[in-house]
């Protein structure tokens, strides 16, 4: 059976030249990296080398950047590291509603400890308005954390523009790029934001892998103690053979990014075209054109996102509905709920994210085989009533 993997934004697969450069640290150069003998040296020297490829590839310097267990960890390590250590100056944090749940959970439990957060609502294409920031901000405002780019909906955030607003408040400002890397150039010189959160396994990397880039002077507490790795920010023995994976995925998905992401694009739009024309009441959750280009987000009305993932997955077609965390649960969308999508309509959507080794084949198959499902499981559906 043929299998066609649409799930890019959940996880991708490492790539073969990612993997070729990590084994010799599993190998030979298996030393740890804060040892003073060869060993030690060995592995110490691919640490760093990985660190300034990481900062070169970002426009930042390497002291700017702090190796992760990935996107969740760095997101509690911006947003909780920064309310601690700067607490005397004020407890009022702002973020938005359709952040990813490593920054909604960190900033719930921010709350628990006396902070005080703002939620931004977002328009109906999933985007927030720099004015509701401009208004949300105050005087004890420390910190601003809204994301580049949304994983469910692929919605692209006017990040300069609100990083601007926060810093003219004095607040910092953190972006949690994982699903911006590799699909928008991130200059952190241009951007001017105080800290970025990325991921290895978005990027045809390993899993478990990541970074944060913090301005210099930036204060964070750090919230894992033990030795001086990471200058004291994030103790724990580095995983250099992850680490060196990372580096080299970001350089690989840097070098044909335009090219990509072009080839990505008009596969979706194929895709999105082949649907409209073969199904009806096919909804679009996002924005067509502010979006990264791999992902569409559509909703089958009057049928469950659930059956239509089981339903492909039966013909070795890989989606998801929703986000991948909170699939499983059953529970709604908390990024379509804050868009302002019918609840009916949330039920069904679906997220179809594209990748790198998918072809126009994958296309023409998926867009084959959606038409029967739609039919099938509407015929069944008291939901659905048939014009
Ligand atoms: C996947 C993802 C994360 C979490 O990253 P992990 O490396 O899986 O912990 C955070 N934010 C966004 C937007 C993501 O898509």
């Excluded at 469910?152 to 523009?161: A, F, L, R, S, W």
């Excluded at 090219?259 to 008009?266: D, F, G, K, Q």
Aim: glycine letters at 8%; proline letters at 4%.
């Amino acid at each position: 059976m043929r299998r066609v993997y649409l799930d890019h934004n959940a996880t991708t697969p490492v790539r073969a030249e990612v993997l070729e450069a990590m084994l010799p640290y599993f190998k030979e150069k298996f030393g740890n990296a804060s040892s003073v003998h060869g060993f030690g040296r060995e592995a110490k020297v691919a640490l760093e080398e990985a660190r300034e490829k990481v900062a070169y590839l970002f426009g930042a310097f390497p002291q700017e950047i702090f190796f992760t267990s990935g996107g969740t960890e760095s997101d509690n390590l911006a947003i909780k590291g920064a309310a601690f250590a700067n607490r005397k100056k004020g407890k009022h944090i702002i973020t938005s509603r359709i952040e990813h749940h490593a920054v909604l959970e960190s900033c719930k439990f921010l709350e628990k400890e006396g902070f005080e957060v703002a939620y931004l609502p977002v328009d109906s294409l999933g985007m927030v308005d720099p004015d509701d920031l401009r208004k949300a901000l105050r005087e004890d405002t420390v910190l601003v954390s809204i994301m580049y780019v949304n994983n469910e909906v692929g919605t692209i955030q006017p990040i300069e523009k609100l990083s601007k607003i926060a810093k003219e408040k004095g607040a910092y400002f953190h972006t949690d790029a994982v699903q911006a890397v590799g699909k928008i150039p991130i200059d952190v010189r241009r951007l001017e934001v105080d800290m970025i959160s990325v991921s290895g396994h978005k990027i045809y990397g390993p899993k478990g892998v990541g970074a944060l880039f913090v301005r210099k002077g930036v204060r964070i507490t750090p919230w894992s103690h033990g030795g001086h790795h990471e200058r004291s920010r994030r103790a724990g023995t580095e995983n250099v053979p992850a680490i060196v994976g990372f580096a080299k995925a970001l350089e690989l998905i840097n070098q044909n990014m335009e090219e990509e992401n072009n080839r990505l694009r008009e596969l979706t739009q194929r895709f999105y075209q082949k649907l409209l024309d073969s199904i009806p009441d096919v909804i679009l959750n996002g924005d067509l054109n502010h979006r990264i280009p791999n992902t569409l987000n559509l909703s089958f009305k009057g049928v469950e996102g659930e059956s239509v993932i089981l339903s492909l997955d039966l013909k070795g077609v890989a989606v998801s509905s929703g986000s991948a965390c909170t699939s499983g649960t059953l529970e709604p969308s908390h990024v379509l709920a804050a868009m302002g999508v019918d609840p009916a309509i949330v039920q069904g959507a679906i997220r179809f994210s594209f990748g790198k080794d998918n072809t126009t084949e994958d296309v023409e198959y998926v867009a084959n085989l959606l038409p029967e499902i739609i039919n099938r499981l509407r015929s069944m559906s008291p939901l659905y009533a048939k014009k």
